[in-house]
């Protein structure tokens, strides 16, 4: 007997737009003023990168009150793998940012509310690192204004992420970031479109496969 | 008698997708080992964006003699309308890079073969400017090497746009730069998927528009 596949979550285009567009509504009330995508580098095992949903998601934050499109903005981060027993500290050393906002990240993010972008939660360690990683720019770029004024400058941080796996997660958000996922999954095997080959068949499986979760479901 | 609109050309997504499967078998010739997706900066009248481009591209440039993906970096690139009479030099004093490659920019290009990605080639001053900047970042690290070393370690660049318009351009590219267009459009109103706001009535109009065209092609 042949070993079974493990279950593939395909994903389409139209699904994952769909999906960012049932989310805009409430991460429009932390009104976002800069979009920061998550870029997989290149020795990554994952291919997750937030530069489609990032797109996708400006359209969506598009308001009349608000004057020119919401920047994106893009950084890199290279994780390597932890290994049993480290301590935070030698685990934050773990990680090198193969693109930045730039020699002035902390002052570019003053006083501002930047939604974090990704594709999917999967360990949480890429968005611990992320936020972590930020908030430690706009701590040392605060250190240079006066204490009274920090406070209103502290950039504020939320996430959004296509998809959640529901699984053990191997770091954490801090308790008070506002966290979005359009979709809460199973620990599956998600294939999204950008990684399909052929469209046609890929788009031809995902529907076969909502209707296999839909019979199984009732 | 109502005005007539503008004529829209319609993309969905699974187009775009298409478009770049067809281009990259020709684009693997150059063999790229980098891209740079150019992102509009917030205050540009257009969206374009190369983020999506470039994370299909980077599926269909997988091979099997290269360990890794291929990383993606992002620029940003802001530029001023130009007035009449401007000298090219004068020209170049107005664009502003809103995102860069990192403060070593120059040393990070050294030997390499970047495939620059954009949405749109319209009226191709992004694209010039992205590869004059580009090019003169590169040449200020080479003044650093052995004159011996320096031909071997100049980047090479090439262009793809996921359409190119037809149209009387106000800058020029290299002409020895190889580029690549997903496809050659008139100048018509161009409606990518990532701004539709009901994707399903998106694609209703594009395959409408489809027929239309091939109807009128008879």
Known sequence: MAT??????????????????????????????????????????????????????????????????????????????????????QIGAQVIRTQWLGPESGALLLGRRALIVDEVDDSRKTLHYAVSELQADVERALEALPESERDAKRAKFAVFVVHNKLKPKLADLPADLPYYAGEEIEDVWLDYPWEAQDIEEHDRLAAEGKKKRAASAQ
């Open 4 to 89: 079974q596949e493990p279950e593939h979550f395909r994903v389409t285009y139209n699904d994952v737009h769909n999906l960012i567009r049932a989310s805009a509504a409430k991460i429009a009330e932390f009104k976002p003023d800069m979009l920061i995508a998550i870029g997989a580098p290149p020795s990554a095992r994952s291919e997750d990168t937030g530069f489609f949903p990032a797109r996708v998601m400006r359209t969506f934050l598009k308001s009349p009150e608000r004057k020119g499109n919401i920047p994106i903005h893009a950084i890199g981060l290279s994780l390597y793998e932890s290994l049993p027993g480290l301590t935070a500290e």
